[in-house]
């Protein structure tokens, strides 16, 4: 059984500072989806991930994949308040578009 | 596009009573997912469809639960009878299976359920 783990949960962070959300996943899979979302809100599409090495940016977010360590991460730079919300990760079960979700990282960005 | 699209929004319910969730997917998507996200266990995968045949029904909880899509635009999730503890946000997705794209997922707005 494919398991997503996360970490941290839960993430609390200044205006202006750096970090990093893990992602890793038990079993081998070709693409992984990174999405936001907002308190009592729906999910939005962040990032599609489909090979080894890939990289994606948009804006102040930035996301990778290293297959061979069954990793992603998603890197925010200086981070501002409207980036804070649940960032879940979402791994590809090889059976057509089946997707096993992270736990979830709840990101909150302080003034 | 409108996206996917959601009724009702929310629903109040009495333990035991008919839940009927309905879900409209992107035109053109051949895939529909319905999930169930809660505090506890997070977003679970419930059923998915293709081309209108559902494919795996393994996250279902219980028969209680039954999906089905009659056609291309349209799928409905029924609870009967309904239990507080399927008190939840179920949502609706569906993605286009082409593959240079990576079948990115769009999910629906959700119905916030409440089941007394």
């Known amino acids: 059984e494919l398991k997503v783990e996360q970490n941290p949960l839960f993430l609390s962070m200044q205006e202006g500072k750096n970090y990093t959300i893990y992602c890793n996943y038990s079993?081998?899979?070709?693409?992984l989806y990174w999405y936001r979302q907002d308190p009592g809100k729906s999910l939005e599409s962040l990032f599609v991930?489909?090979?080894?090495?890939a990289v994606k940016q948009e804006g102040r977010l930035m996301a990778s994949l290293d297959t061979k360590a069954r990793l992603s991460t998603l890197h925010i730079t200086a981070a501002v308040h409207d980036l804070s919300a649940t960032y879940f990760c979402a791994v590809n079960t090889g059976t057509a578009s089946k997707l096993t979700f992270g736990t979830g990282t709840r990101l909150q960005v302080t003034l | 596009d409108a996206g996917v699209i959601q009724s009702p929004r929310h629903e109040v319910t009495e333990m035991g009573q008919e839940v009927t969730l309905r879900c409209k997917p992107i035109s053109g998507h051949d895939y529909l997912f319905w999930y169930r996200q809660t505090m506890m266990r997070g977003l679970e995968l419930l059923i998915y469809f293709n081309n209108n045949v559902p494919i795996d029904d393994s996250g279902m909880p219980e028969d209680r639960f039954s999906a089905k899509m009659p056609n291309a635009s349209f799928s409905t999730l029924k609870i009967q009878p309904s239990e507080p503890r399927d008190s939840a946000v179920y949502f609706c997705?569906?993605?286009?299976?082409?593959?240079?794209?990576?079948?990115?997922?769009?999910f629906g707005p959700g119905t916030r359920l409440l089941v007394l």
């Open positions: 997705a569906s993605s286009f299976s082409a593959l240079a794209g990576g079948e990115t997922q769009y």
């Open positions: 991930l489909l090979s080894n090495g």
């Open positions: 079993t081998t899979s070709d693409r």
